[in-house]
């Protein structure tokens, strides 16, 4: 991996001999979901993932005051405006809760809550070991 994020790979034989080629930025991987769908999986922690029940415009919508209200504290943290970062903070939160990220789970068999815990730490731990033996 190159300075900047870019990746070196071979260029194929022949074309630029044995230099490497820069392929440009990498590209994320695709989020590691639970076999439930429940989580997310972010650096070995689980995040709840949204409630797959919302519509695809409401989820859509949500998706876009989040971000707005995202934008809204950095704005306002980088003014030093506590007020604005509070009311934005307030934004965030109410998304995430409209999302299913916070606030009462959104699966409705009774299952425990494993928000921010270590997936290791957690029923999914056999699951994850597997996963990251891949």
Request: glycine content about 10%.
């Amino acid at each position: 991996m190159r300075e900047g994020g870019h990746a070196l790979q071979q260029a194929p034989s022949g074309i630029l001999g044995d230099h490497a080629m820069d392929t440009g930025p990498t590209m994320p991987q695709a989020p590691l979901f639970t076999p439930d769908g429940r989580y997310l999986v972010v650096r070995g922690r689980l995040w709840r993932a949204a409630n797959p029940g919302l519509s695809a415009a409401e989820h859509a919508r949500l998706v876009k005051t989040l971000m707005a209200a995202r934008r809204q504290m950095g704005a306002a943290r980088r003014a030093g405006d506590r007020p604005a970062l509070a009311l934005a903070a307030a934004a965030v939160d109410a998304a995430k809760h409209g999302l299913g990220e916070r606030g009462p789970v959104w699966w409705h068999d009774g299952a425990p809550d494993y928000n921010r815990h270590l997936a290791r730490n957690t029923p999914y731990a056999d699951w994850y070991a597997a996963q990251r033996q891949q």
